[in-house]
């Protein structure tokens, strides 16, 4: 069981695209800066390979809302990977009220950006004055947030098939990068 108390969220306006029935993006960029209260954070390459390795069940959900589930690891509808831009996902889309609200929002350009939830380890985060590095974290969902990500400046993308093949959306205060869907 997660204790909520425990888990830190960040939230970013980070990439984005739907495809079909499928969302891929980033749920977190490496090296990209936040303010977080009092303090500043950045997040290391490899700082979820740990969490990755372990295969732990690790849920999307919106809004970092258990009963909002999207997708999970363990049945195969949630991938994970990192790579040197960060931590990138794909999740196949249900087909519940959840998952064709959070289509019809992407369609509109109202999403917020993405978001992770996760715990520090011992030793999994460096200090310098009011500067946090995380270095490792237990990784335990991502989210489809709707407003006020923590980590700003990527790009978001939306692809959709639309009636000349292309519909550019546009996500509010990120710049738009309209992909053609074949």
């Given at each position: 069981?997660?204790?909520?108390?425990?888990l830190?969220?960040?939230?970013?306006?980070l990439?984005?695209?739907?495809?079909?029935?499928?969302?891929?993006?980033?749920?977190a960029?490496?090296?990209?800066?936040?303010?977080?209260?009092?303090?500043?954070?950045?997040?290391?390459?490899?700082?979820?390979s740990?969490s990755?390795?372990?295969?732990?069940?690790?849920?999307?959900?919106v809004?970092?809302?258990?009963?909002?589930?999207?997708?999970?690891?363990?049945?195969?509808?949630?991938?994970l990977?990192?790579?040197?831009?960060?931590?990138?996902?794909?999740?196949?889309?249900?087909?519940?009220?959840?998952?064709?609200?959070?289509?019809?929002?992407?369609?509109?350009?109202?999403?917020?950006?993405?978001?992770?939830?996760?715990?520090?380890?011992?030793?999994?985060d460096?200090?310098?004055?009011?500067?946090?590095?995380?270095?490792a974290?237990d990784?335990?969902?991502?989210?489809?947030?709707?407003?006020?990500?923590?980590?700003?400046?990527?790009?978001?993308?939306?692809?959709?098939?639309?009636?000349?093949?292309v519909?550019?959306?546009?996500?509010?205060?990120?710049?738009?990068?309209?992909?053609?869907?074949?």
């Amino acid at each position: 069981m997660i204790d909520a108390a425990t888990l830190e969220k960040r939230a970013g306006a980070l990439e984005v695209r739907s495809k079909g029935r499928t969302l891929e993006g980033y749920a977190a960029l490496f090296g990209t800066e936040a303010r977080i209260g009092s303090f500043s954070e950045t997040i290391r390459s490899g700082a979820f390979s740990k969490s990755l390795g372990e295969k732990r069940d690790v849920l999307a959900l919106v809004d970092h809302d258990s009963t909002r589930v999207l997708a999970r690891t363990r049945s195969g509808t949630l991938r994970l990977a990192e790579d040197t831009r960060g931590l990138a996902f794909a999740l196949d889309v249900p087909d519940t009220q959840a998952g064709r609200d959070v289509l019809a929002l992407a369609e509109r350009g109202d999403l917020g950006g993405m978001s992770f939830g996760f715990r520090v380890p011992a030793g999994g985060d460096v200090w310098s004055g009011e500067a946090r590095e995380l270095v490792a974290v237990d990784l335990f969902e991502i989210s489809v947030v709707q407003a006020f990500p923590a980590y700003d400046g990527t790009i978001v993308n939306a692809r959709a098939r639309g009636a000349g093949g292309v519909m550019p959306l546009t996500l509010a205060r990120f710049r738009l990068a309209a992909v053609g869907v074949r």
